[in-house]
């Protein structure tokens, strides 16, 4: 395989100039998000080039300690995005979402890690920080849309939640509907782009991989399983994250409190 080409800083510069395209139609139509992009591509740019600098001293230290430390902050970052994009009150989301990051990352990740790849050292910065990383990031999509979905539509629909339990459902009968909905809304993106995954699209995993120097077919293989840990580990944080959160979220005669925050 060929050595990677490095892209130089004036280049990646010339690089960034292709979002004029998005800016201008952004612009152009009145969308009110323009501001708001170009804070978020600046953001991104300072973040990436900073974690960039950060992770190379990382991988050289690979202190396991350090690793589950910064491990433990992407936790605790996602699960503020995640109560910031949704409108579910802080007391009754953060507890839950760190515990489902958390355990779902636990095992998961290290199954991956420890079973499918078997590191002898699963603690290894160059696997366990991107692996986390990959897993978290995932979660975080996943579980803003269910969690989101999953409240919202019961604060819609609570006389549903409510006919059910008077016709005898127990409380975890009467959710199901609508943990049934926040599963379908937030995977039902994942699973068709998983039936096109080589056809339509090739992964960035995949790409980044053979950019760095791996064989088609070991990037293939890595990606099959990007794609596994990522299902299952959203799966089972959203289940935890949900479950969870409803002891906060019902009385003790099962009656919704607010959880809503409100949009002011």
Known sequence: MDTIIDISYLYLGVGLLLLLVPMYYLWRYETGLLKGFCVSAIRMVVQMLFIGVYLRYLFEWNNPWVNCLWVLIMVYIAAETAITRTRVRRGVLMGPLVVGFVVASVLVGLYFLGIVLQLNNIFSAQYFIPI???????????????????????????????????????????????????????????IANMAVMGLVSLPGTMIGQI???????????????????????????????????????FDGYGRMKKVMRDNG
């Open 132 to 190: 986390m990383g990959i897993l978290l990031g995932n979660m975080l999509t996943v579980n803003v849309i269910a969690v989101g979905t999953f409240y919202s539509s019961l604060q819609r629909e609570q006389n549903l939640y409510y006919f059910l339990l008077g016709n005898g459902a127990s409380q975890n009968e009467a959710l199901v509907p609508f943990i049934r909905q926040a599963i379908a809304k937030s995977f039902s993106p994942t």
């Open 211 to 249: 950019l760095g120097g791996s064989t088609p077919d070991v990037a293939i293989k890595y990606q099959i399983m990007i794609v596994v840990v990522t299902m299952s580990a959203s799966m089972l944080s959203l289940i935890i994250a949900i479950r969870l959160s409803v002891k906060k979220a």
